[in-house]
């Protein structure tokens, strides 16, 4: 029988799990919405009760899982497998390793969810044989992950990776940090929600619209492929704008880093593809301090959608629990 690992994409809004083989052949899958407001206690149980549905699809019992991984947002402690801080769940100090562990008897490794993402793609999708890669999702937030030598690389504190804080403008928009001018308040689907409403104060636009159409109290990524294919303009100088600033965010990562790739994810670039990704790459190998006339460094979507955190989470457990 192969070897089979758990894996669970936790995200403020829905969850993702798979039981997966090690070379990230799904055998059974599962997956709901996360409840608001939710005990820290109710949410585990209910990831675990998922994972063993995907577990009953796979023909295997969570007990006979060779390790389980999950990507949980916020600040996390993967020594510990504590979730130090997650504000969209309202956790705080979370012990989600050892609580999950006990609850399905196999081992638990803890993870952000967009460094897990970036284990997955670079284990099984875009990135996969590379050795230096950079991870930039684009979602909500905008948030990183370093593979340095074929590893993950959380840094000397464990959080390396906080790309969405690099300062672009310094007399930009103020950004949830805090500060003014970081790539998240600029090129986050929720930085260019707040361009695309301060321009439908003096432009006519079908952004809104949709929103209203689709019964959608925010600008998710359904909503501007929308407005994209009905050639919204004001959509469409929005997008240029955040695509311009992340061009500049990722040109900074490779003159820093020099990376054999940049994958592209997270779910506006899940939704969007390579139209989103082409004049990102244009912008960023503009800004390249030594020149790449052979296209060394790559700069691609993550392919593995949906499953790059789920998978990434088995990955990560394959490589931490051996």
């Given at each position: 029988?192969?070897?089979?690992?758990?894996?669970?994409?936790?995200?403020?809004?829905?969850?993702?799990?798979?039981?997966?083989?090690?070379?990230?052949?799904?055998?059974?899958?599962?997956?709901?919405?996360?409840?608001?407001?939710?005990?820290?206690?109710?949410?585990?149980?209910?990831?675990?009760?998922?994972?063993?549905?995907?577990?009953?699809?796979?023909?295997?019992?969570?007990?006979?899982?060779?390790?389980?991984?999950?990507?949980?947002?916020?600040?996390?402690?993967?020594?510990?497998?504590?979730?130090?801080?997650?504000?969209?769940?309202?956790?705080?100090?979370?012990?989600?390793?050892?609580?999950?562990?006990?609850?399905?008897?196999?081992?638990?490794?803890?993870?952000?969810?967009?460094?897990?993402?970036?284990?997955?793609?670079?284990?099984?999708?875009?990135?996969?044989?590379?050795?230096?890669?950079?991870?930039?999702?684009?979602?909500?937030?905008?948030?990183?992950?370093?593979?340095?030598?074929?590893?993950?690389?959380?840094?000397?504190?464990?959080?390396?990776?906080?790309?969405?804080?690099?300062?672009?403008?310094?007399?930009?928009?103020?950004?949830?940090?805090?500060r003014h001018g970081c790539a998240e308040a600029l090129a986050s689907r929720t930085a260019m929600e707040r361009d695309v409403r301060e321009a439908a104060r003096n432009v006519k636009t079908?952004?809104?619209?949709?929103?209203?159409?689709?019964?959608?109290?925010?600008?998710?990524?359904?909503?501007?492929?929308?407005?994209?294919?009905?050639?919204?303009?004001?959509?469409?100088?929005?997008?240029?704008?955040?695509?311009?600033?992340?061009?500049?965010?990722?040109?900074?990562?490779?003159?820093?880093?020099?990376?054999?790739?940049?994958?592209?994810?997270?779910?506006?670039?899940?939704?969007?593809?390579?139209?989103?990704?082409?004049?990102?790459?244009?912008?960023?190998?503009?800004?390249?301090?030594?020149?790449?006339?052979?296209?060394?460094?790559?700069?691609?979507?993550?392919?593995?959608?949906?499953?790059?955190?789920?998978?990434?989470?088995?990955?990560?457990?394959?490589?931490?629990?051996?």
């Open positions: 029988m192969a070897r089979l690992y758990g894996g669970i994409d936790l995200g403020g809004t829905s969850m993702k799990v798979v039981v997966a083989t090690a070379k990230g052949e799904v055998a059974g899958s599962a997956g709901g919405p996360t409840t608001p407001g939710a005990s820290a206690a109710a949410t585990i149980e209910s990831i675990a009760q998922h994972l063993e549905t995907a577990a009953s699809l796979a023909s295997v019992h969570p007990d006979k899982l060779k390790g389980i991984g999950i990507g949980a947002p916020g600040a996390v402690d993967p020594k510990r497998g504590i979730v130090v801080t997650a504000p969209n769940l309202g956790w705080k100090n979370v012990r989600l390793g050892a609580a999950l562990g006990k609850r399905l008897g196999s081992p638990v490794v803890v993870g952000n969810d967009v460094q897990v993402a970036i284990v997955g793609e670079h284990a099984f999708g875009a990135a996969k044989g590379c050795s230096r890669v950079v991870g930039v999702w684009v979602g909500t937030g905008i948030g990183g992950g370093l593979i340095i030598d074929g590893r993950l690389d959380r840094g000397a504190r464990g959080a390396a990776g906080e790309i969405g804080h690099v300062l672009l403008k310094e007399d930009g928009p103020l950004c949830g940090c805090g079908s952004v809104l619209k949709i929103m209203k159409e689709r019964e959608k109290t925010r600008m998710t990524s359904s909503v501007m492929a929308r407005a994209l294919k009905a050639n919204d303009p004001v959509m469409k100088r929005v997008l240029a704008n955040a695509q311009h600033y992340l061009g500049l965010l990722v040109g900074n990562l490779v003159n820093v880093l020099d990376p054999e790739m940049v994958v592209i994810g997270g779910g506006v670039a899940q939704r969007l593809g390579e139209p989103f990704v082409q004049p990102i790459r244009e912008v960023a190998r503009s800004r390249f301090l030594r020149p790449d006339p052979d296209g060394k460094v790559r700069i691609e979507p993550s392919i593995l959608g949906d499953f790059s955190g789920a998978l990434g989470a088995c990955a990560l457990a394959k490589r931490e629990l051996r």
